[in-house]
């Protein structure tokens, strides 16, 4: 089936390391996303990219940096984790228009 | 900037009982409205879109301008339907989210 995959799915870290959160997808679409969720705070924005050589800020990208190397994969990287970045990330995707958003199952990231 | 207002972060209800779960979105344009839902140990995933004007698992939502709501509804609940609600509008092919609406139906 067509879907989006993300891994790892559950990953503990220590303060100061390098991460790196996977994002694949077989639906063909060309926005592919970024969010955070930390609990009582719904969804926020990291990156999203509209097409392969696009690449764009959301509301909390500080810290955090990605790379879409092809149409099907988008990854989340966080240079230096600190234990305020623990939460679960989930990768989305669009077709674009008033469609919505296709999601991976998450990855909850711990940082202590 | 956006912002989505979902008021109730828990909703309980009787099975069988009319529920609604309360959205109201800030963007003054033409929105582009959707409601997502999250069983539990199931990914998010997307229930209505307001373009589309369709009824899914009995839910309906409509969108109300003057009052910038689109409203969650369905008049009959039932247990399958708990779980957790989140609203969400988009602009310039970005989504943001609500805090989300946990429903629970009792039975």
């Known amino acids: 089936d067509a879907d989006v995959t993300q891994t790892p799915r559950n990953r503990i870290t220590k303060t100061g390391k390098r991460i790196m959160l996977e994002c694949s997808q077989t639906?063909?679409?060309?926005?592919m996303y970024w969010y955070r969720q930390d609990p009582g705070l719904g969804l926020r924005l990291i990156y999203y990219?509209?097409?392969?050589?696009?690449?764009n800020k959301g509301e909390i990208s500080d810290g955090y940096s990605v790379s879409r190397q092809a149409q099907a994969k988008f990854s989340l990287s966080l240079e230096s984790a600190i234990p305020n970045q623990t939460a679960l990330y989930f990768c989305a995707t669009s077709p674009g228009g008033d469609y919505g958003y296709t999601f991976g199952s998450g990855t909850r990231l711990t940082v202590v | 900037a956006q912002r989505v207002t979902q008021p109730e972060k828990l909703l309980s209800v009787f099975k069988g009982a009319p529920v609604e779960l309360k959205c109201n979105y800030s963007?003054?344009?033409?929105?582009?409205l959707f409601w997502y839902v999250q069983y539990s140990r199931q990914r998010l995933q997307l229930l209505l879109r307001?373009?589309s004007r369709e009824s899914i698992k009995g839910f309906t939502a409509d969108l109300n301008k003057g009052e910038t709501s689109f409203h969650l509804k369905k008049p009959f609940a039932q247990e399958e339907d708990s779980a957790m609600y989140y609203c969400a509008q988009t602009n310039a092919g970005k989504s943001t989210f609500g805090d989300g609406t946990t429903l629970t139906v009792k039975p």
């Open positions: 307001h373009i």
């Open positions: 639906k063909g679409h060309d926005r």
């Open positions: 963007y003054s344009g033409s929105p582009e």
């Open positions: 990219s509209f097409d392969v050589k696009d690449i």
